[in-house]
């Protein structure tokens, strides 16, 4: 039985639709890992955190067994449009590297970066939908996610970061 998720950026299904199919994207083909023969999926599931898929591979072969995590790379399919209107490709990378840059005064400052950054992530998806999205949603929210989780950092984040 094919399902289809609610996605809050229905462009998604236009340019990737088998991205919230789980059903037919298990069967696109991929090797094995350890003799490059052809795999099947035994088991596949949609995780809650994220638009990600995780998979249980095996070998048709050699019957080796692995995990994938899958997820769609939004730097191919989002650009990030500033106030000039230049346009630039979408950077989870960027994004993280702010977030670290203002949590910098923190013990556990690049795993707080990290989950902090997909919160972000999800905030900005939700909000945008569009293929385009303004940076002043990406600071908003970096803001506000920020401002709740450490006052310190958003005031650095706010004098250091522009739309």
Known sequence: MTRWFFSPFPHFLIVYPLVFNSAACQYIAMVC???????????????????????????TNCSQV??????????????????SGKLEPFSRDKLFLTVF???????????????????????????SNASIIEAE???????????????HAAAHYRAYNTT
């Open 66 to 83: 692995w995990t994938t995590i899958e997820k769609p790379d939004l730097s191919k399919l989002f650009s990030v449009k500033h106030i």
């Open 101 to 127: 840059d203002s949590l910098k005064h923190r013990e556990a400052a690049q795993s707080d970066a990290t989950s902090l950054t997909d919160t972000i992530l999800n905030k900005v998806l939700i909000k």
């Open 33 to 59: 890992l350890y003799c490059s023969h052809r795999t099947k999926t035994t088991n596949s599931r949609n995780l809650q955190n994220g638009h990600r898929t995780w998979r249980r591979k095996k070998c």
């Open 137 to 151: 949603i990406i600071f908003d929210a970096t803001l506000e996610v920020l401002d709740r989780f450490d006052t």
